[in-house]
């Protein structure tokens, strides 16, 4: 009879323990980013996972559309947020800012519209899509893109 009182014991811990071991690995401590045209999820990207520079193509289909991007700095909203769309040699050309926001998930919105206007000048270039926030002054490449 005093096994039984020891085994729900028993099972509620190792419950907790890997409940917390899980925790450990979860996306909720590092930085994170997503894009999306419209509603559409094209990308996600953990820090802690190996990264991969993917590959936006936009063409005059989507004039009308709409990206968005999400950028959680470890659960936090950035702070002095700003988008850059920058050539093969890292040379800016064109940047868009925002403003810094309250709630975590904080919507980085660009009309599609603007960027296939870059494709005029720039329509065989390297592009990428930049971000770089207080919280991450170098910035970080998100996504090559590609205009036709």
């Known amino acids: 009879m005093l096994r039984q009182t020891f085994k729900p014991a028993w099972a509620v811990a190792a419950l907790t323990s890997v409940i917390l071991m899980l925790q450990a690995f979860s996306v909720g401590g590092v930085d994170v980013f997503e894009i999306y045209l419209n509603n559409k999820l094209l990308f996600q990207q953990a820090a802690n996972k190996p990264f991969t520079l993917q590959s936006l193509q936009l063409d005059k289909r989507n004039i009308n559309d709409e990206l968005v991007i999400y950028y959680n700095h470890c659960g936090e909203s950035g702070r002095q947020r700003s988008i850059a769309i ?63």
């Open 86 to 148: 920058r050539d093969d040699k890292g040379n800016t050309l064109k940047e868009w800012k925002f403003t810094d926001a309250s709630e975590v998930r904080s919507a980085m919105r660009i009309p599609v519209k603007e960027l296939l206007q870059l494709d005029k000048n720039y329509a065989h270039s390297s592009l990428t899509i930049f971000y770089s926030a207080k919280q991450l002054p170098k910035g970080l490449n998100l996504s090559a893109l590609k205009l036709s």
